[in-house]
Structure formats: C-alpha cells, structure tokens
C-alpha cells in the first residue's frame, strides 16, 4: 500500500510538471508568432509604441515602407514617452531618414519636468518636415536641466514647403533651444519660428536660451525665418542668449527673410552668433539684433561671427544698448562687395561700434554697393579699411559734426568718424576760368588843336607852355620841334617831366600827374 501511495504520488509530480512545461511552451510560442509579425519599428507617439500592428492612431499614420510619418490634426498635451530620465512626445530611434508629412493642424506639447524635456527627439536619423498643414512643437513643462522644442542628437534638419512649423523651448535650469541640430540645417520655401525658452542656473554653471543651435551648415534658400533667444542668467557663469547659433559649418542665407533677435543676458547676447564659422549672404533680407549683455566681458551684437561676407541682399544689424561691448557687426574680417547693410552700435553702452573687425584684418567695401551705413558711439568701424568707393565720415553719431570726405583705400584714417556712410559721389573740382583780356580801346580823335605860339627856348633846352605851366625836356636835350603842338588839359603844376615825348600823345586829355607819365610814356620826377 505505501509503495501504491509513493507511486500515485510520483506520477502526479510528473503530470503536473509536464502541464507546466506544455503551458509555457506555448505561452512562449505564441509570444514568438506574435513578436514576429509585431514588428518594433523604433517610433514612440506619446506613450504609444508603434509596431507593424499599431502604424496609427488618432491625428497621425506611419507608413514602415517610406518611414513617413503623417501628422493630419494631431494634438498632444501631456506628459510624453520617458526613457531613462528623457521625456518626449515623438521619439525616433531608427538611423533611417525620417519624413514628417504635416496636413491641418498639429499641436505638440510637452508638460513634463523630467531633468531633460523634448518635444521631437530623434536619435540618430536625417529628418524632413514637409506638407500644407502647421505644425506646433512646445515645451511647457519647467525641465530642471535641458528643454528642446525639437532636437536631433545625430543627423540633419530639412524644411521644405512647410506652411508653417513653430517650435519652442521651455524653461529650464541649463539650457533651452527651439530646434537644435547635430548636422545641419536647411530651409527652402517655409516659414519656420524656432524660439529658446528662459533659461536660468542658479549654480556656477552656464545658460543657454538659443532659437536654432546647429552643430553644421545653416542654409536658408527662402520662406521666413524667426529665430529668438530669452533671456538667460547665470549666478556666476557664462550665460548666452542668441536667435541663431551655429558652429561646424557656416551659415548661408541665399533668400527669403531671416529675423534673429538675442534677449538680456550676461555674456553674450546676438541675433546670429558664431566665433568659429562664417555668415554669407548672397541674398535675401536679414534682421539680426543684440539686446543687453552687461557682463565684465558681455558682448551684444546683432552679428557675431568669424568672417562675414556679402555679395547681395540687405541686412540691418545692431547691437544692444546697455551693454559692455555693443556692435552692429563683429567679425575677424568682413567683405561688403554688393547690396545694402546698415551695421549700428548704440549709444547708451560702455563702448560701441557699428562693425568691429580685428585691427590687423581688412574690412572691405566694394565699388558695386548700394547703400552703406556704419555708426557707433566709440567708432564707425573698426579696422584697417579698404574701400573701393569714396565715402563720408562725421565725427558724431548724429552726421553733424566734423564732415569730411574720405578717399579710397583709407586704412586706418577713418578710425576717428562715428557715422560713415558710402558711397559717396567726390564732388568734380572747378576749373579756374580764363581771364578776358582786357579790350584794347578806340582812341577817339579830339577836335583839332588850336596852334600855340612857339613857346622861347630856354638855356637848358626845355620849353614851357605858358597854357599849362608844365615843362618838357626831351631825352636829347634839344627843343621840341615847332611843328608838335602840347596841349595837357590839367591845372595841377608839374616842375618837370623827363623822358622822350611821344608826338601821337601829346594832344590825348588827362587829368592827373599820373595819367600825364603814362600818356607820355615818360617818367615823371
């Protein structure tokens, strides 16, 4: 009977272990079926998942074939899809490029306060944004580290034929951008707004508030550009705010209308701002302001850049006022060669300029430009100039004093102007005029004189006409011949008058002692 039991036992345990061995087997084979034809495609939508069996949902469809994704009237106001401590609302995380397809409205907002806040992260994928409709990427959340409206840790940007795609930064502790870029961006025929949110640190750390930072090329071909940067503090760090900061690439604006503003800050304030890339406009229209930075070191500028070209266009750059450093340009060098550019440092900072070029780098101003204007409280411009046309400095800012013409290649010798503007048309010199020579006069005959008695010879050889009471002496000593006439229509006694007479003089009328020597052609003594 025991040996019954031990076996009815045994055979149990073993029944019951085979069940459990059927039921996960098949819970993991249908979990297997299931994995297979689920396909993760690396795209969270909020706290959705997509997979090959979940490619849409309410505002938005993913297409796996073309790796599009379209946003027809989406809206989003939550908390979004959390990976460690980062939260986002759409998450991409394939390397292959992805393209958003916008029709309608989209609204996008990210509420959370996670250490870092995004409303679009993509990991490592270029990415394009397209389509008729609108799209609105926010951050509203207070993130205590890092806030983005749309960032892309690896891969470039491209917006085209976009109506309009806004995107916004939030609050944070260290630093908030509008649309940040590791590897470029382009914008061709779309309204684009991309604005950095307050930034404040209360540490020793440093504070960004940035429209666009990209890590590459900025190409703007045309649409419109807004670009901000809000304020930004930081307790004893560096603290920046700028519309467009770029580096690893220059910036391009062939077109279109670029607007870059930077906010109050600290260190540097710029409307498109960087030290280690260039700014070429070939076209286009372009706005670009500083506002304070009141730092020891602050700089405010409505350009900020390594070399600064431009072929075309027309750009209006300034500095802000109360600043340390204010400048409409500042650049190692800049080349002005067709367009306009007005370039404005203000009055109410420390120091100011209206372009603000390294002393040993050239700043060149061609013969084909339109309109130029530079002025600053401390300089015009600063630099060594080099300038194709003629120009007009004043020693005020107000074009009041001190005007003056400056020659071509000037150097260093406008360094004292506060306003220049070119070009400037040097006036043609006057020629002297030639003199009119004096007509030679008519003499007109007078009547016939009457015959005078032969005055008597005197000893010495003169003769006197008792008429005038003046007395000739010709050259030679000898009398006058008889048969010449004097006749001096004066009353003024002259003693003597020395030289030889002429006989065709003798009867002209004078009335001076003067005009007696010089009718006579003699000397009067």
């Known amino acids: 009977m025991i040996k019954t039991k031990n076996i009815s036992k045994s055979l149990y345990l073993v029944l019951i272990s085979i069940l459990l061995l059927t039921l996960v087997a098949s819970i993991f084979t249908i979990k297997t079926k299931h994995e297979a034809y689920a396909e993760e495609l690396g795209l969270y939508i909020g706290n959705?998942?997509?997979?090959?069996?979940?490619?849409?949902?309410?505002?938005?469809?993913?297409?796996?074939?073309?790796?599009?994704?379209?946003?027809?009237?989406?809206?989003?106001?939550?908390?979004?899809?959390?990976?460690?401590?980062?939260?986002?609302v759409i998450r991409y995380d394939r390397s292959d490029k992805l393209t958003i397809e916008l029709v309608g409205e989209n609204v996008i907002k990210n509420t959370s306060n996670e250490f870092k806040v995004y409303g679009l992260y993509i990991?490592?994928?270029?990415?394009?944004?397209?389509?008729?409709?609108?799209?609105?990427v926010e951050v509203t959340g207070d993130?205590?580290?890092?806030?983005?409206?749309?960032?892309?840790?690896?891969?470039?940007?491209?917006?085209?034929?976009?109506?309009?795609?806004?995107?916004?930064?939030?609050?944070?502790?260290?630093?908030?951008?509008?649309?940040?870029?590791?590897?470029?961006?382009?914008?061709?025929?779309?309204?684009?707004?991309?604005?950095?949110?307050?930034?404040?640190?209360?540490?020793?750390?440093?504070?960004?508030?940035?429209?666009?930072?990209?890590?590459?090329a900025v190409t703007i071909n045309s649409g419109i550009l807004v670009a901000n940067g809000q304020q930004a503090t930081a307790a004893s760090g560096p603290s920046y705010s700028v519309g467009v900061y770029f580096s690893g690439g220059n910036m391009t604006i062939?077109?279109?209308?670029?607007?870059?503003?930077?906010?109050?800050?600290?260190?540097?304030?710029?409307?498109?701002?960087?030290?280690?890339?260039?700014?070429?406009?070939?076209?286009?229209?372009?706005?670009?302001?500083?506002?304070?930075?009141?730092?020891?070191?602050?700089?405010?500028?409505?350009?900020?850049?390594?070399?600064?070209?431009?072929?075309?266009?027309?750009?209006?750059?300034?500095?802000?006022?109360?600043?340390?450093?204010?400048?409409?340009?500042?650049a190692n060098s800049l080349a002005f060669t067709d367009g306009e550019l007005i370039a404005i440092g203000t009055d109410t900072s420390v120091s100011s300029y209206?372009?603000?070029?390294?002393?040993?780098?050239?700043?060149?101003?061609?013969?084909?430009?339109?309109?130029?204007?530079?002025?600053?409280?401390?300089?015009?411009?600063?630099?060594?100039?080099?300038?194709?046309?003629?120009?007009?400095?004043?020693?005020?800012?107000?074009?009041?004093?001190?005007?003056?013409?400056?020659?071509?290649?000037?150097?260093?010798?406008?360094?004292?102007?506060?306003?220049?503007?070119?070009?400037?048309?040097?006036?043609?010199?006057?020629?002297?005029?030639?003199?009119?020579?004096?007509?030679?006069?008519?003499?007109?005959?007078?009547?016939?004189?009457t015959p005078t008695p032969e005055p008597t010879p005197s000893s010495d050889g003169s003769r006197t006409d008792t008429d005038s009471g003046v007395t000739v002496e010709t050259s030679d000593g000898t009398t006058i011949p008889q048969d010449i006439t004097l006749k001096v229509v004066v009353k003024t006694e002259i003693s003597k008058v020395e030289g030889k007479v002429d006989p065709a003089k003798v009867q002209a009328k004078v009335s001076s002692k003067e005009k007696i020597a010089k009718v006579y052609d003699v000397k009067l003594i």
């Open 48 to 88: 959705t998942e997509v997979d090959t069996d979940h490619t849409s949902g309410t505002g938005w469809s993913y297409d796996p074939a073309t790796h599009t994704l379209t946003l027809n009237n989406f809206s989003y106001n939550a908390e979004g899809y959390t990976v460690s401590d980062d939260t986002s």
């Open 123 to 136: 990991t490592s994928a270029n990415v394009e944004i397209k389509g008729s409709g609108r799209l609105n």
């Open 143 to 216: 993130a205590s580290y890092a806030s983005y409206g749309m960032y892309l840790n690896s891969g470039s940007l491209t917006i085209t034929n976009a109506t309009d795609v806004v995107a916004k930064g939030g609050a944070t502790g260290w630093a908030s951008d509008g649309i940040y870029t590791r590897d470029g961006l382009t914008i061709t025929n779309s309204n684009v707004s991309a604005t950095g949110g307050v930034a404040y640190q209360t540490s020793d750390d440093s504070a960004y508030s940035i429209g666009i930072f990209s890590d590459g």
């Open 254 to 330: 062939a077109g279109g209308e670029v607007t870059a503003y930077g906010a109050s800050t600290g260190t540097i304030s710029a409307g498109v701002y960087s030290p280690t890339s260039n700014l070429i406009v070939t076209g286009g229209q372009v706005q670009a302001f500083g506002h304070e930075a009141n730092a020891s070191n602050g700089v405010s500028a409505g350009v900020y850049t390594r070399a600064y070209t431009q072929s075309a266009g027309i750009v209006s750059a300034q500095g802000g006022d109360d600043s340390t450093t204010s400048a409409g340009i500042k």
């Open 354 to 449: 209206g372009i603000m070029c390294d002393a040993e780098n050239a700043v060149t101003i061609g013969e084909n430009i339109d309109d130029f204007e530079a002025w600053g409280k401390t300089q015009a411009i600063s630099g060594v100039i080099v300038n194709a046309v003629y120009m007009y400095g004043w020693l005020d800012t107000k074009g009041i004093e001190g005007g003056a013409m400056l020659e071509q290649n000037v150097g260093t010798g406008a360094s004292s102007y506060k306003l220049i503007i070119a070009p400037y048309s040097a006036p043609t010199p006057t020629p002297e005029p030639t003199p009119t020579p004096e007509p030679t006069p008519t003499p007109t005959p007078g009547p016939e004189p």
